[in-house]
């Protein structure tokens, strides 16, 4: 008998008139934020989580809203935000993501990822999830996971400066390549849907002048009251996160990336802990391995413009940037 419902790991808030939240919650500090925008003719599912279980549509049908048709826009090819996709009436991705979908798709890595959710993934904290929880909802997601046939499926592409039209509601495609390819902006509502480009737990490689001049670029598209909406929300002791990060916020980040490309540092800075936890040999045969050398070769060649950057995860750091959890290559 199956312990959990597929509607276990999902919840859900209203921000804005036909804006809302869904959280994928494993039950670890980091939840996985999936957005739903309610045009006219249709719906815009923006990123779809792990996959692990069949139940996104069915809970945002029940809760939502069950207009249709139902369309899924990917921020980028990881396996927390694409894993959903085929439960959707079409696919959206940009180009640049096509190379690494075998490995975002990969049915395997979204189940592991799920369990990981349950007991870390936060960079900085050492795993503080409970882990025979995490094992259980593992088996369970072993056994309801969307089985994805990523060959099949017939991709549409949307480049920068395209715009998704959901009868009402326009949604503008931004190519922004620092941890992920789109953001969605509602220009009439002044707010963009970021996946992990603007995030509460943004994690790139090296910081290079050029990424700098990315986000400068990127951050132009936006106003001064610009309401950005992060691809994961944490938890940490004591602290409340807004519900949206907004123009100063990123304005004080790019502020610490230039800090750190002309040599400073922070006095709160601490090296991430890898997801590796002791005593679990099932998880962490799972594990995604830095030296797999087929998956970052992948990366590498759909993210032309990181060729300056870090290809693997070298030595990293965290640093609070606001309620911003900032990691980086560093040395
Ligand atoms: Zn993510």
């Known amino acids: 008998m199956a312990k959990f419902n597929d ?16 959280f994928e919650d494993w039950g670890g500090p980091q939840l996985i934020d999936i957005y739903v925008v309610i045009g006219e003719d249709k719906v815009a599912v923006v990123d779809t989580g792990c996959g692990a279980t069949h139940g996104l ?29 085929t439960l959707f009436d079409e696919q959206y991705i940009h180009p ?10 990969n ?32 088996k369970y997601c072993e056994e309801n996971y969307v089985d994805v046939k990523w060959k099949e499926i017939d991709w549409k592409l949307l480049n920068d400066g395209d715009v998704v039209d959901l009868g009402g509601t326009k949604l503008e495609c931004i190519y922004m390549n620092a941890h992920g390819s789109l953001v969605f902006y509602n220009r ?9 480009n603007t995030t509460y737990t943004l994690a790139i490689g090296n910081i290079t002048q050029d990424l700098i001049d990315r986000f400068d670029r990127y951050l132009a598209h936006f106003t001064d009251k610009t309401m950005f909406y992060s691809g994961h929300t944490y938890y940490e002791d004591g602290v409340t996160r807004p519900p949206e990060l907004t ?23 601490t090296a ?10 099932t998880l962490a045969g799972y594990t995604p391995d830095p030296d797999d050398e087929e998956s970052w070769a992948a990366m ?16 990293r750091v965290v640093h609070h940037v606001g309620p911003i959890l900032f990691t980086y290559a560093k040395g």
């Open 247 to 269: 123009m100063d916020m990123m304005r004080e980040l790019v502020d610490a990336m230039r800090t750190v490309l002309a040599g400073g540092s922070f006095p709160d800075e």
């Open 188 to 196: 009439e509502r002044d707010y963009a849907l970021c996946g992990d």
């Open 107 to 138: 049915n395997k890595r979204r189940v592991h990822d799920a369990a990981t959710f349950a007991f870390t993934g936060m960079p900085g904290s050492k795993p503080h999830g409970d882990l025979e929880r995490a094992m259980e909802i593992w």
């Open 96 to 105: 640049v993501e096509l190379p690494q979908l075998a490995w975002g798709l």
């Open 272 to 281: 991430p802990e890898h997801f590796v936890v002791p005593g679990a040999p």
């Open 300 to 315: 590498r060649a759909s993210h032309p413009e990181r060729k300056g950057e870090t290809p693997k995860p070298g030595p």
């Open 57 to 85: 549509r069915r809970y945002i049908e029940t809760y939502i809203t069950d207009k249709k048709p139902m369309i899924a826009l990917m921020t980028h090819s990881h396996p927390d935000h694409i894993g959903g996709c």
């Open 7 to 22: 509607f276990d790991f999902l919840h859900h808030e209203k921000l804005d008139e036909g804006l809302y939240r869904v």
